[in-house]
């Protein structure tokens, strides 16, 4: 039983304040079960599955299990699919969804009265602010330590700031892989954090054999942030495909993605051809190999477990938190 009592803990009524980030391609139905069985909230995004059928059969299986989830959605322009995703969410409502990349407003609209917290992926003050008054339920602080889409401000910084300037529950999004992270985020004010990296490599993971092989080799100093897989900045592992187109956009991509009359379509095509680098590169390597992945692989060195990885965290925040106890300060 872990020691901490937070806003996740209570609303869930979980054992530890943690969510299984909602990763692209990885967080998948196995993963959601085996976190939640690990007494965590695990959360799925909604384009990780192809066919609005599939989803629908992974939603309609979790509501028959009685399985708390959450699901990931891109609320921009980018995501052709999200008014099919609106629809299907309706019918098989999920304990919290998290938004990213854009106005959660018609979301907060419609999913609140169903019951379903509404936690939005901000990066600074000014968003916040505006998610605030759209009456979300908490914010998500996406700092300069999370994988894949990240922010400029670490988290040290970011969570106080964002606990001064507002009443929403903060949970805490990048670069926490051990149990003394998460007892940082709690210390800063965070009710949790959202851990994504760590469990690229898990037993239940779906990723390819060699992508989780390059979750355990690599570490924090081979991650690198990219803005031509998005059109975004986004973290990669540094593989040898990466280190040859480089991370910066080139003259043409810079001018496609700032005109203004076809800035939109060019990021949408940049964010197509991305993802599609990033899908391929999931579940087999070649040479065009782009793995998506934060810092926090430091803390991964062998495949185990979700609730391997769970219990670990759990031991280690508390061993960590009876060292301080123990500190004559």
């Known amino acids: 039983m872990s020691y901490w009592q937070t806003y996740l803990t209570q609303k869930?009524?979980?054992?530890?304040?943690?969510?299984?980030?909602?990763?692209?391609?990885v967080s998948q139905k196995k993963m959601i079960e085996a976190a939640y069985e690990a007494g965590i909230m695990g959360c799925l995004p909604a384009l990780n599955y192809k066919s609005m059928d599939e989803l629908k059969s992974v939603l309609q299986e979790f509501k028959e299990k009685k399985i708390k989830f959450g699901i990931n959605l891109i609320v921009n322009q980018s995501n052709i699919h999200l008014p099919k995703h609106i629809e299907l969410l309706k019918m098989?409502?999920?304990d919290f969804i998290i938004t990213s990349l854009g106005s959660p407003l018609e979301v907060i609209k419609i999913f609140?009265?169903?019951?379903?917290?509404?936690?939005?992926?901000?990066?600074?003050?000014?968003?916040?602010?505006?998610?605030v008054d759209m009456q979300a339920d908490a914010l998500i602080?996406?700092?300069?330590?999370?994988?894949?889409?990240?922010?400029?401000?670490?988290?040290?910084?970011?969570?106080?700031?964002?606990?001064?300037?507002?009443s929403l529950p903060v949970i805490s999004a990048g670069g926490v892989g051990d149990g003394a992270g998460l007892l940082s985020?709690?210390?800063?004010?965070?009710?949790?954090?959202?851990?994504?990296?760590?469990?690229?490599p898990t037993v239940e993971s779906p990723a390819g054999a060699d992508y989780k092989e390059a979750c355990l080799k690599y570490g924090a100093e081979d991650i690198v942030v990219t803005s031509k897989i998005s059109g975004t900045p986004c973290t990669v592992i540094n593989t040898p495909f990466v280190k040859k187109i480089g991370t910066n956009q080139n003259f043409l991509e810079k001018f496609l993605n700032s005109n203004k009359q076809i800035k939109k379509y060019a990021k949408m095509l940049t964010y197509y051809r991305g993802m599609k680098l990033i899908e391929q590169s999931?579940?087999?390597?070649?040479?065009?190999?782009?793995?998506?992945a934060g810092p926090s692989i430091e803390f991964v060195n062998q495949e185990e477990s979700i609730q391997s990885i769970v219990d670990r965290i759990a031991k280690e925040s508390e061993a960590a938190y009876e060292k301080l106890r123990s500190l004559k300060l």
Do not use: E
């Not at 999931?282 to 190999?289: G, H, R």
């Open 12 to 25: 869930f009524n979980i054992r530890h304040p943690i969510i299984l980030a909602p990763m692209f391609l």
């Open 92 to 94: 098989f409502p999920p």
């Open 112 to 131: 609140k009265p169903l019951g379903t917290l509404i936690f939005c992926d901000v990066t600074d003050t000014h968003y916040a602010q505006k998610v």
């Open 141 to 166: 602080a996406v700092n300069s330590g999370a994988g894949g889409h990240l922010g400029k401000i670490t988290a040290s910084i970011l969570v106080p700031m964002l606990k001064k300037s507002f």
């Open 185 to 200: 985020m709690l210390a800063l004010g965070a009710q949790g954090v959202s851990i994504g990296s760590p469990f690229i």
């Open 282 to 292: 999931a579940f087999a390597a070649s040479y065009k190999t782009v793995w998506c």
